[in-house]
């Protein structure tokens, strides 16, 4: 079937009314950021923030009548509050949406089937290595429902403003860092709807002053919901880590996780198998407490690169909670070693390297 064209989704969109205004969303200039790969569909619709919330049945209507176009396999539709949207005096500043993607080299997401698998802790000490390695690097803290990233690199108090609708991100360990937990009050991300998730994700990604930099890392929250779908279309990723524990179900997920990549031609860079092996520390001897090589198995199976497994450690935990990575801790380790050997692959992997230059 032919590829859906922009043509085809605006023609579908101007049948949809926004009923507060009377005309439909096209002639208001509602619709920015129109993305068609093939027949995957994302485009938001730009709003007043105080209309935000009271939006959600025209985003609704947006996305049914785009899906109803024949050969249209996914749509994402987000609504985004701009102050200026809306009104035909101002119109909306698109050069802000550009800032980003164009001054950060590569996007890769860190994902996983499920959550606690540890994948915020590896997104950690996997950017502090690639700063190590002397790339420019950031973290964007996509889990807006359970953000740890503040916590994971001991990060606190709220971003500045860079003038405008722009916010600074804040450092540690020369990481820039962005999450919803340095922008709302602790627990207030809990209670948000889809659609206000999916708005304050392209906040993250449009209205910060990241700078110049060679990659973001993206940790992603645990699954494959609405989030990943829509990163996976706005920012162009250039690849996914897949991060997971050795047992079947875990597996299981990781399968939906790989799948969901797939389907949104996002390249799978590597698997990361994480909690594997426990290593006594007073005699020595390895255990694979929950089971041996499944992760390994599953990237051969794939085709898939294996990046690296990470034991189960105490210094992993205690560093990660306690907001200083086992990276920066105890670089002498066996695990902080581990992490940077992973970073050095994803940087051949993901051509990293030959991209910043140095
Ligand atoms: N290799 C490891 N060894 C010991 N504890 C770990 C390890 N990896 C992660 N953890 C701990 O497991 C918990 C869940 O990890 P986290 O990175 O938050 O998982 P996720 O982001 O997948 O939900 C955290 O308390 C973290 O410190
Ligand atoms: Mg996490």
Redesign the pocket.
């Known amino acids: 079937m032919a590829d859906i064209t922009e043509h085809q989704v605006l023609t579908a969109l101007r049948k949809v009314e926004d009923p507060s205004q009377g005309k439909d969303l096209v002639t208001l200039d509602m619709v920015t950021g129109l993305h068609v790969k093939k027949s995957n569909v994302s485009f938001a619709l730009q709003v007043p923030p105080h209309r935000g919330p009271a939006m959600e049945p025209v985003r609704r209507a947006a996305e049914a009548a785009v899906r109803a176009i024949p050969g249209v396999t996914s749509t994402t539709v987000m609504v985004t509050a701009h102050s200026s949207a809306a009104t035909a005096e101002t119109p909306p500043d698109t050069t802000v949406e550009k800032v980003i993607e164009s001054r950060v080299r590569r996007f890769i997401a860190v994902a ?1 089937g ?11 000490n996997l950017a502090v290595a690639l700063k190590l390695e002397g790339l420019r690097v950031g973290i964007l803290d996509a ?1 807006v429902y ?1 953000p ?1 990233q503040p916590r ?1 690199l001991g990060v606190s108090g709220r971003p500045a403003s860079a003038g405008g609708d722009m916010v600074v991100p804040l450092e540690n360990y020369g990481v820039k860092l962005m999450s919803m937990g340095l922008l709302v009050p602790d627990n207030t991300a809990m209670i948000w709807r889809g659609p206000m998730v999916q708005s304050a994700l392209t906040q993250m990604l449009d209205n910060v002053a990241w700078g110049e930099l060679d990659v973001i890392i993206v ?1 992603l929250p ?1 699954g494959t919901g609405d989030i990943q779908i829509s990163l996976a279309q706005q920012v162009n990723l250039s690849g996914a880590v897949i ?1 997971s524990t050795p047992q079947d179900i875990a597996l299981l997920d990781v399968v939906k996780a790989l799948t969901m990549f797939e389907k949104a031609e996002v390249p799978i860079l590597g698997m990361i198998q ?2 594997a092996i426990w290593k006594c520390p007073d005699c020595g001897r390895e255990d694979h407490i929950f089971g041996e090589g499944g992760v390994a198995t599953e990237a051969r199976r794939r085709g898939v690169e294996m990046l690296g497994e ?5 210094s ?6 306690g907001g200083s990575p086992v990276v920066v801790t105890e670089p002498r380790s066996v ?1 902080a070693k581990i992490f940077r050997t992973i970073a050095r692959r994803l940087i051949d992997v993901a051509g990293l390297r030959l991209e910043a230059g140095r």
């Open positions: 996983s499920k959550g606690g698998v540890g994948k915020s802790t590896t997104a950690a889990d359970g740890s994971m940790d645990p991060v994480n909690m990470v034991p189960l450690s105490l992993i935990r205690v560093g990660g909670d695990q």
